[in-house]
């Protein structure tokens, strides 16, 4: 059974820093990224990395504040979010996928945790 378990989601201030983990069981998969749904709003990428090449593509919205990574032996995905923003706030998802396409939308992905709070006041 195929499961993907994200950790490490909390309350942080403005300028703050959090890590978020996936843990994924069952298979290993090509592609795993984050997504991110703020209430009232659609869910919308946030990024991606392949495990047989390391590359990563993120939302414009995180670029140079958020880094993904991965750890191929542990069957593992983190994003690591620095300068965090009120704007962050949302609940965040872990995704798995075997494409190298449609990496960013939900189509793409064919397993998902079951979400993370991530609240940033100001």
């Known amino acids: 059974q195929v499961q993907l378990v994200e950790s490490g989601g909390g309350l942080v201030q403005a300028g703050g820093s959090l890590r978020l983990s996936c843990a994924a069981s069952g298979r290993t998969f090509v592609a795993m990224g984050w997504f991110r749904q703020a209430p009232g709003k659609e869910r919308e990428f946030v990024a991606v990395v392949w495990s047989s090449t390391g590359w990563t593509r993120y939302a414009d919205s995180v670029k140079g504040r958020f880094t993904i990574s991965r750890d191929n032996a542990k069957n593992s995905v983190y994003l690591q979010m620095n300068s965090l923003k009120p704007e962050d706030t949302a609940v965040y998802y872990c995704?798995?996928?075997?494409?190298?396409?449609?990496?960013?939308?939900?189509?793409?992905?064919?397993?998902w945790g079951q979400g993370t709070q991530v609240t940033v006041t100001s």
């Open positions: 995704a798995a996928g075997d494409r190298y396409t449609d990496y960013s939308t939900s189509g793409g992905y064919d397993y």
